[in-house]
């Protein structure tokens, strides 16, 4: 059976959702940041855009570029809400659906439901009105045989529209464009192409995986199939909406020392885990993003075989991508957690009892610290490693 993906983006979801809490802001250049004297541009208005503000950018330059917009400081409690809405209706068509990276982007399978829903391009349809009706939103919406085309062809109607690419006009579909829209092609393999006047997706096609190895090494089979339009990979179903699997600490000041680095990540892991534990989930994923205090954003994950669930399982995880990601001298401003490939945990039990009384000893220690936690308070027991965050609060309070 032919796969069937929509891809429903809403533009400048930050932005979008701050007007619909406000509607006299409509119109108007929006700047979304921190009000810090060392704030990045979080997310911004078209017509802030227009001006050259970008995202990353120093809130100061970005005030230099566009000197009527409105500064608004970010509320992810509320786009985490808008969002979730968003999700609600979504699981209405498919179990599967899938958070895509940042906010406002969702890619739903619909492969097989046409008989309880109709066609695909009805579902998108009917799922655009809904969200307008309901929240004030008004998303793009793409559909394709992957989440790979699906993607592209939103960012062909951005900032609103409809796409619609048919089961084999994946080829066709890509070959004009350029190479730059594909997600997934590293800027350093980009910037190879072009010193061989290789710009567009027709071009790259041309060659095979071996002369492609030549220029991106040991990426050329992943680009080799990017740019042909090919992407197995599935739409990974979100949890429930409202669910705390993503956690994020910012540093005050901002910081490179390694103690306190780990300890937020500790006490990241330890809010995830416990959010796991209470719907007994594990995951198998789990992705550390660094924000330097310069802008620059970095994400690595780790992933294991079985799922986890308890404490110093997902801390070592959220080690192992820190520190493939954690390489720069810069202070860091803000890290964020998030596990994915939620999973009931599978435990195989041994036949004969067994004698080592601190085999799941980790697992019974999690259990203790919840139910400490729920009497008495999340702040109540501590991991040790957890100390040298505790005393940098302490100090910055005196």
């Not at 017509?47 to 608004?72: F, I, N, Q, T």
């Not at 937020?264 to 809010?271: D, E, P």
Request: contains cysteine.
């Amino acid at each position: 059976m032919e796969r069937r993906i929509i891809h429903l983006n809403i533009a400048d979801f930050s932005v979008a959702v701050e007007r619909v809490l406000d509607t006299t802001l409509k119109g108007k250049p929006l700047i979304i940041a921190e009000p810090s004297p060392r704030a990045v541009v979080f997310d911004m208005s078209d017509e802030a855009y227009a001006d050259g503000v970008r995202k990353g950018m120093l809130l100061a330059m970005a005030r230099r570029r566009c000197r009527s917009a409105l500064v608004l400081a970010p509320r992810p409690e509320q786009y985490s809400k808008a969002l979730n809405r968003c999700l609600e209706h979504a699981l209405h068509y498919t179990p599967l659906v899938e958070r895509s990276c940042g906010n406002g982007h969702l890619f739903l399978d619909v492969t097989g439901t046409h008989r309880l829903f109709g066609p695909a391009p009805d579902i998108g349809w009917r799922l655009r009105n809904t969200l307008r009706r309901d929240l004030g939103l008004d998303p793009i919406w793409s559909i394709g045989s992957n989440k790979l085309v699906a993607k592209v062809a939103s960012r062909l109607v951005k900032p609103r529209g409809e796409y619609i690419v048919g089961g084999g006009e994946e080829t066709p579909f890509l070959a004009p464009l350029p190479l730059g829209l594909l997600p997934g092609i590293p800027p350093a393999d980009l910037l190879r192409l072009q010193h061989v006047n290789i710009h567009r997706v027709h071009q790259a096609t041309a060659l095979s995986s071996q002369e492609l190895s030549v220029l991106c090494d040991h990426r050329a089979h992943h680009i080799y199939h990017l740019v042909r339009g090919i992407d197995p990979s599935p739409v990974q179903p979100a949890g429930p909406p409202g669910s705390a699997y993503t956690h994020l600490h910012i540093f005050s000041p901002d910081t490179n020392q390694e103690p306190v680095v780990r300890a937020a990540l500790a006490t990241l892991a330890q809010l995830a885990g416990h959010g796991l534990r209470q719907r007994h989930l594990g995951c198998r994923r789990v992705a550390v993003t660094l924000l330097y205090s310069d802008g620059v954003v970095t994400t690595r994950q780790a992933v294991t075989k079985t799922p986890e669930g308890d404490d110093p399982a997902l801390q070592q995880l959220a080690l192992t991508a820190l520190y493939r990601g954690w390489h720069r001298r810069v202070r860091l401003r803000q890290i964020t957690i998030a596990c994915s490939l939620i999973q009931h945990p599978v435990e195989q039990l041994s036949l004969f009892a067994t004698a080592d009384p601190g085999l799941h000893k980790n697992k019974r220690l999690s259990e203790a610290f919840d139910a400490i936690r729920a009497l008495y308070g999340q702040d109540k027991i501590l991991r040790g490693c957890r100390q040298p965050l505790q005393e940098r609060t302490a100090a910055s309070l005196q």
